[in-house]
C-alpha cells in the first residue's frame, strides 16, 4: 500500500516535473521572444520612410521619417515675444537692441566696432542663416568661421579637410565668410542648423558634431577647473587619460541635452587672424573666460582684445551669448536639469513621448518646461521668473549708466590733456567694466540661467566702472 503511494507518487512528481518543464520552457520562450522582439524594436524603433545620412542637411528629409519633430523645428518661423525673451520688431527684422533708449548705452560701449553698426534681437532656429546672411556688420569684413554656429555646415568642413571636419574648420577663418556661405549653398547645405546636427543618422542618439565645441569641452577637462555641472568630466579626470575626454563617449546622455545646445549658445572669438575659439582652458566662470582673452596674444604680439574703443581707445572684450557658461553655474545645473528640459520638453503623443522641437522660450510653455519639477501655478512660476529677471535688469542699467559716466570722465581727462599713459588705469577698468557688463547683457536669459552669479557679475561691472570714472577724475584734479 505505502509501496504503491509511492510509486504513484513518483508517477505524480515525474509528471509533475514534466509539466514544470515544459512551462518553464515556454516561459523562456515567451522571454526570449519578447527581448527579441524588444530588441529590434529598439533597433527599429522609427520606421524609416527614406534613408538619412551625414550629408542629409535638409531637415525635410527628416522630416519624412520623424513628422512630430520637424513639425515642431519647422515651428521656429513663428514669432514669439516674452518681457524678455524672443523678439520686438516685424517679421521682416527683429528689432535693433542698439535702439532702445533705456540701452543708449550699448551703442556707445560698441564704438569702433561692427555691433554699433547692427545688433537686433535673436529670433527662432528658422531664420539662423538668412538673418546672419542680411546683417550689415558685414560692412566690415567678416571670416568664414561665422558660420560654423549659423549653418549645417559639417559635410563642408569634411570636404575642406580632405574628410577630417576639425581640419577643414581650421581653413575656413582664412576664407571669407561670403566664400564659405556661397560654397555651402553651392553644396545644397544652406540650411540652418538641422536634424543631422545633433543626431546621428543611423541610431537617431542625440551628439555633438561642432569642431569649436569639441574642441573647448576638451580643453575644459584637461584643466583643474571644477565642473560640478558636467559630473563626466570629473569621472574622466580620474582615469588614465590616454584618450582625450569625448562628448560623444564619455558624457551621460542628459549631459548631452545641454551639449548640443553648448555647441552655439556659448562665448566665442573668430577672425582671420585665429580659428574659431572656445575660451574654456581655464574653467567656465566668467573670470576663467577673460583670464584665456588676457593671456591670448594677437599675431601681432599684442595682449588680446576684440576692437579698440572709438572714442576712449580701451582694448575692449566682446562678449558673445554665453548661455551655456551662466547655466552651468546656476542651481539648475547643478541639480542635472538640461537646456532641454526647458526648452524642449517632452509632449505626450498617445502612448509615447516627443520631445518639443520648436525651441523657444520656456515661459511661453510653463505647463511642460517648469511643472512638471516645481508645483506651483502657472502665475506663481511667471512671477518668480519676473522678479529675477526685473531684479537683473535694473541692475544692469544701473551698470550701463556706471559705464556711460566712465567714458565720460575718460573723454574729458584726455579733452584735458591726459596722455594715453596717465589714462592707462581708467582704461584697464574700461575693458573690465564692459566684459561683465556685457557677460550679461549678451546673454539671452536676462539673469535667468544663474541669477546670484548674474547679480554678481554685474555689481562688479559697476565697481570696474566707478573705480575707473575715480581714475580718470583724478586726473582732472592735477
Ligand atoms: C530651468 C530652466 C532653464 C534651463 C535649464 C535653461 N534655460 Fe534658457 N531660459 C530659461 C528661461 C526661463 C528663459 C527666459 C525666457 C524669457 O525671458 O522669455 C531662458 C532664456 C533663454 C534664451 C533666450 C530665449 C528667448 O526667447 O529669447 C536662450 C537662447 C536660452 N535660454 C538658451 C539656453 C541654453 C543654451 C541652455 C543650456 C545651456 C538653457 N537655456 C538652459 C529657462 C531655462
Ligand atoms: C548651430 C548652432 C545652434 C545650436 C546647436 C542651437 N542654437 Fe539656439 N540659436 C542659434 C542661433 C544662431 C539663434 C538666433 C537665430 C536668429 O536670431 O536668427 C538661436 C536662437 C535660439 C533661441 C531664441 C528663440 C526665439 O524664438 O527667440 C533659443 C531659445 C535657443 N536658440 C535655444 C537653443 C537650445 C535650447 C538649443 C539646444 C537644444 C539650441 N538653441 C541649439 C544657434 C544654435
Ligand atoms: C559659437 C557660435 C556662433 C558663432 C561662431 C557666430 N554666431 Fe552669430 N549667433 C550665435 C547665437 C547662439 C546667436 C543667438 C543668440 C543671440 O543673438 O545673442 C547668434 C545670433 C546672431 C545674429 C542675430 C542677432 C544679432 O546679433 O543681430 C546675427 C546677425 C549673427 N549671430 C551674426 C554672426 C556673425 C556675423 C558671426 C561671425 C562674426 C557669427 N554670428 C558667429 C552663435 C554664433
Ligand atoms: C539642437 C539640437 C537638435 C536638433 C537640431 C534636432 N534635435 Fe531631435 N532631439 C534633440 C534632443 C535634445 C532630443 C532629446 C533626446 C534625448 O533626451 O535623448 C531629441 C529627440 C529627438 C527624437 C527622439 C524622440 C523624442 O522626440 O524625444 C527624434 C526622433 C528627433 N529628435 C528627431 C529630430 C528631427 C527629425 C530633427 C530635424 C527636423 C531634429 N530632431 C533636430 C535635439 C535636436
Ligand atoms: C527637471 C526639473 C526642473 C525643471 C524642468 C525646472 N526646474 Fe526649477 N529647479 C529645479 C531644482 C532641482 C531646483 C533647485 C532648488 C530646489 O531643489 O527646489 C530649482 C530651482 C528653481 C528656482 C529657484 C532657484 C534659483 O535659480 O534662484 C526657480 C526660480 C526655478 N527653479 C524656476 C524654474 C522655471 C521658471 C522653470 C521652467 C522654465 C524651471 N524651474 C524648470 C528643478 C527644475
Not at 59 to 75: C, L, S, V
Request: net charge neutral; charged share 25%; glycine share 6%.
Amino acid at each position: 500500500m505505502s509501496k504503491l503511494k509511492n510509486k504513484q507518487g513518483s508517477a505524480g512528481i515525474f509528471i509533475g516535473l514534466i509539466i514544470v518543464v515544459a512551462i518553464a520552457a515556454a516561459l523562456v520562450t515567451a522571454l526570449l521572444t519578447n527581448i527579441f522582439e524588444r530588441k529590434s524594436e529598439a533597433k527599429n524603433r522609427y520606421v524609416r520612410v527614406v534613408e538619412v545620412t551625414e550629408d542629409t542637411t535638409d531637415p525635410a528629409e527628416w522630416g519624412k521619417n520623424w513628422p512630430k519633430q520637424y513639425d515642431g523645428y519647422k515651428r521656429t518661423a513663428l514669432a514669439t515675444k516674452t518681457t524678455f525673451g524672443g523678439h520686438g520688431g516685424s517679421e521682416a527684422l527683429p528689432e535693433q537692441k542698439i535702439n532702445r533708449p533705456e540701452l543708449h548705452w550699448l551703442k556707445r560701449m560698441f564704438l569702433g566696432y561692427a555691433f554699433s553698426i547692427d545688433y537686433r534681437d535673436r529670433r527662432g532656429h528658422a531664420y539662423m542663416l538668412s538673418d546672419q546672411e542680411e546683417t550689415k556688420r558685414h560692412n566690415v569684413k567678416q571670416s568664414g568661421s561665422c558660420i560654423h554656429c549659423h549653418a549645417s555646415i559639417m559635410p563642408v568642413y569634411r570636404k575642406l579637410g580632405d574628410g577630417d571636419a576639425m581640419a577643414g574648420m581650421k581653413k575656413t577663418n582664412k576664407m571669407s565668410y561670403q566664400e564659405l556661405n556661397k560654397m555651402a549653398h553651392d553644396m545644397g547645405h544652406g540650411h540652418p542648423v538641422s536634424c543631422v546636427d545633433c543626431h546621428d543618422p543611423d541610431s537617431m542618439a542625440i551628439r555633438v558634431t561642432r569642431p569649436g565645441f569639441i574642441e573647448g569641452i576638451q580643453k575644459l577637462a584637461n584643466s583643474d577647473a571644477p565642473v560640478p555641472a558636467i559630473p563626466s568630466i570629473e569621472i574622466w579626470r580620474q582615469g588614465s587619460r590616454s584618450e582625450p575626454y569625448d562628448p560623444n563617449e564619455d558624457s551621460t546622455r542628459n549631459e548631452m541635452r545641454s551639449f548640443v545646445c553648448g555647441q552655439c549658445h556659448v562665448e566665442y572669438y573668430c577672425s582671420s587672424d585665429f580659428p574659431l575659439t572656445f575660451p574654456w582652458s581655464n574653467g567656465l566662470k566668467m573670470e576663467d573666460l577673460e583670464k584665456e582673452w588676457d593671456e591670448t596674444k594677437l599675431s601681432n604680439g599684442e595682449r588680446f582684445y576684440d576692437y579698440k574703443h572709438k572714442e576712449t581707445g580701451a582694448p575692449i572684450l566682446k562678449t558673445q551669448h554665453p548661455e551655456f557658461e551662466l547655466w552651468s553655474q546656476g542651481v539648475h545645473a547643478r541639480s542635472g536639469v538640461s537646456c532641454s528640459d526647458c526648452h524642449m520638453p517632452y509632449m505626450r503623443d498617445g502612448a509615447s513621448k516627443v520631445s518639443d522641437h520648436w525651441v523657444r522660450s520656456p515661459l511661453l510653455n510653463v505647463n511642460r518646461a517648469c511643472q512638471t519639477c516645481h508645483r506651483k501655478s502657472e502665475q506663481e512660476i511667471l512671477d518668480l521668473v519676473d522678479n529675477i529677471q526685473q531684479t537683473n535688469y535694473k541692475l544692469l542699467l544701473r551698470g550701463g549708466e556706471a559705464l556711460n559716466d566712465l567714458m565720460d570722465a575718460i573723454m574729458e581727462a584726455k579733452k584735458a590733456g591726459a596722455t594715453a599713459e596717465q589714462l592707462n588705469g581708467a582704461l584697464e577698468m574700461q575693458r573690465k567694466a564692459q566684459w561683465r557688463l556685457d557677460y550679461i547683457a549678451a546673454e539671452n536669459s536676462m539673469g535667468f540661467h544663474a541669477p546670484q552669479e548674474a547679480a554678481r557679475i554685474l555689481a562688479e561691472a559697476a565697481d570696474y566702472a566707478r573705480q575707473g570714472q575715480v581714475e580718470a577724475l583724478k586726473l582732472l584734479n592735477k
